[in-house]
């Protein structure tokens, strides 16, 4: 019988020198990812017991797909977090002295995250609001109007040129919007109500102090300081006035933004 210790005692090893410099909360996620991954070896492979036996197929492709198949099933964050925990403690193995092999577990076996989008704000949340940066009615307020209309993000606000909107034929106008996160500059076609609203930030914008329209450099907003600064004050402008008109809101001013958008 061989004396040599076993993959398990081997990675409890492991684990509780990781202890002396982690949080418990993390040591408990290594453990649960061992105890996990090692369950699953000695239910389908239950010769293996040594770091070295270990094969990316069928040992850890394996456990990828019992992983997916569980009922109930595992969400993508939990089964990321599981094969990162062991991933990062087969590092540690390998840098220990283990005979083990590179690569079992690779970046590109992680799941995709979930992505979804910003909760819409509902018509009368939207009314609300449309009324409270009426009523506010100053440069950001307008600005975060302009973006509602046009549907477009506040860094692209932004950087719109004060000739931004552009006579397309005798009663259709269209305000440019340049190069920004979609990698293409466009036309968006508009309502009257965008026209009041350019014409009203074109107003606004002569009232701006003489530096700040030295620093705008032809935008149609004014900006004293960076641009990201100004968006920045562009997206509080919106929170502040979600609070005050009592709309549901998200965690941080950049949601709030995708929110009003979408």
Same mark, same amino acid.
């Given at each position: 019988?061989?004396?040599?210790? #076993?993959?398990?005692?081997?990675?409890?090893?492991?684990?509780?020198?990781?202890?002396?410099?982690?949080?418990? %909360?993390?040591?408990?996620?290594?453990?649960?990812?061992?105890?996990?991954?090692?369950?699953?070896?000695?239910?389908?492979?239950?010769?293996?017991?040594?770091?070295?036996?270990?094969?990316?197929?069928?040992?850890?492709?394996?456990?990828?797909?019992?992983?997916?198949?569980?009922?109930?099933?595992?969400?993508?964050?939990?089964?990321?977090?599981?094969?990162?925990?062991?991933?990062?403690?087969?590092?540690?193995?390998?840098?220990?002295?283990?005979?083990?092999?590179?690569?079992?577990?690779?970046?590109?076996?992680?799941?995709?995250?979930?992505?979804?989008?910003?909760?819409?704000?509902?018509?009368?949340?939207?009314?609300?609001?449309?009324?409270?940066?009426?009523?506010?009615?100053?440069?950001?307020?307008?600005?975060?109007?302009?973006?509602? %209309?046009?549907?477009?993000?506040?860094?692209?606000?932004?950087?719109? /040129?004060?000739?931004?909107?552009?006579?397309?034929?005798?009663?259709?106008?269209?305000?440019?919007?340049?190069?920004?996160?979609?990698?293409?500059?466009?036309?968006?076609?508009?309502?009257?109500?965008?026209?009041?609203?350019?014409?009203?930030?074109?107003?606004?914008?002569?009232?701006?102090?003489?530096?700040?329209?030295?620093? #705008?450099?032809?935008?149609?907003?004014?900006?004293?300081?960076?641009?990201?600064?100004?968006?920045?004050?562009?997206?509080?402008?919106?929170?502040?006035?979600?609070?005050?008109?009592?709309?549901?809101?998200?965690?941080? /001013?950049?949601?709030?933004?995708?929110?009003?958008?979408?």
């Amino acid at each position: 019988m061989s004396l040599r210790p #076993s993959l398990d005692h081997i990675l409890e090893v492991h684990i509780q020198a990781l202890a002396v410099t982690l949080r418990p %909360a993390s040591v408990r996620q290594y453990r649960s990812a061992a105890h996990r991954f090692l369950r699953y070896l000695r239910a389908a492979f239950p010769n293996v017991h040594r770091p070295a036996q270990l094969r990316r197929d069928p040992h850890l492709l394996g456990w990828f797909r019992c992983l997916c198949e569980e009922d109930p099933p595992l969400c993508s964050k939990t089964r990321i977090c599981y094969l990162l925990d062991l991933r990062h403690l087969f590092q540690g193995l390998d840098v220990s002295g283990h005979s083990i092999q590179p690569d079992l577990i690779r970046m590109d076996d992680l799941p995709a995250r979930p992505r979804t989008l910003p909760k819409q704000l509902s018509p009368a949340e939207d009314q609300l609001l449309q009324q409270e940066l009426r009523r506010t009615d100053d440069m950001f307020a307008n600005a975060m109007l302009l973006t509602r %209309a046009i549907g477009i993000r506040v860094g692209e606000c932004a950087d719109l /040129p004060v000739d931004c909107l552009r006579q397309l034929a005798p009663d259709q106008w269209a305000p440019y919007v340049p190069v920004g996160k979609l990698h293409t500059d466009r036309m968006v076609p508009v309502d009257e109500e965008v026209r009041r609203i350019v014409s009203r930030l074109i107003s606004l914008r002569s009232l701006a102090p003489a530096t700040h329209l030295a620093n #705008s450099d032809g935008f149609l907003l004014p900006r004293g300081g960076s641009h990201n600064g100004f968006c920045g004050t562009v997206r509080d402008t919106l929170t502040a006035a979600a609070q005050r008109a009592g709309c549901t809101r998200s965690r941080h /001013p950049s949601s709030d933004e995708a929110q009003l958008r979408h």
